[in-house]
């Protein structure tokens, strides 16, 4: 399923780089969803984005800055991060939660992401 | 704390025998979906229940929806080697005025040829 498009695939960065993780869906979505995936734990939701508008941040430290230019395009800025942020970085989509709150979400391939 | 719970963490199995994981909640939820994530990929939408007592099949797979709509439970019948992968439940459940979407933490099944 190539719907969802994440780049990089993987990324080593130290704790006072500043790098951005980019995600692109072709599926006609309005909501873009950020999520961590690290080992043992749940799917930990980060940020949710229905057109264009930010509608949710789960407590998420200002180091991880969400962007949102359109309905097909999200970004995750990252600077001064931690090692315990090293994790899979998971990008999803799905249609308009206002509209249709249980839509299934459409995921990426992830952003393996390494903090030395 | 955690509201979804998924049991059992991991599951071997031997190639043929049948394979259930299970999700509960101590609420009630709107909806369940399950997903399932091929090791090193990303999760894949399988389905979703909505009603009460709920099943849905696809192929081997059978999906059932508690009563109370509290828990709901995926069943694999005589496993393949390609159903090797974590399985997660997502839940809705209506919490502080809105949707709330929570994964339970999944079950690893390896599937021993």
């Known amino acids: 399923e190539t719907g969802v498009t994440q780049t990089p695939r993987h990324l080593v960065m130290g704790m006072t780089n500043k790098k951005s993780l980019k995600c692109e869906q072709h599926l006609g979505h309005n909501a873009m969803y950020w999520y961590k995936q690290s080992a043992k734990k749940p799917l930990e939701l980060m940020f949710v984005?229905?057109?264009?508008?930010?509608?949710e941040n789960n407590s998420v430290p200002s180091r991880f800055s969400p962007e949102c230019p359109n309905s097909s395009h999200l970004f995750l800025h990252l600077h001064t991060l931690q090692p315990e942020d090293s994790a899979l970085y998971l990008c999803a989509s799905s249609q308009d939660r206002r509209v249709i709150y249980n839509s299934p979400l459409h995921f990426g391939n992830g952003t393996r992401l390494t903090v030395t | 704390g955690q509201q979804v719970m998924q049991i059992p963490q991991y599951q071997h199995v031997q190639e043929g025998e049948d394979f259930t994981t299970y999700c509960n909640s101590s609420t009630t939820l709107s909806n369940i979906q399950w997903y399932k994530q091929r090791p090193g990929g990303h999760p894949v939408f399988l389905i979703q229940?909505?009603?009460?007592?709920e099943v849905k099949k696809q192929k081997r797979l059978t999906f059932q929806f508690g009563e109370a709509k509290k828990n709901s439970s995926l069943h694999i019948t005589a496993t393949q080697t390609t159903d090797v992968g974590t399985y997660f439940c997502?839940?809705?459940?209506?919490?502080?005025?809105?949707?709330?979407?929570?994964f339970g933490t999944g079950t690893s099944l390896t599937v021993i040829p």
């Open positions: 984005y229905n057109f264009k508008e930010q509608t």
């Open positions: 997502a839940a809705s459940l209506w919490e502080g005025g809105g949707n709330q979407f929570y």
């Open positions: 229940l909505v009603k009460s007592g």
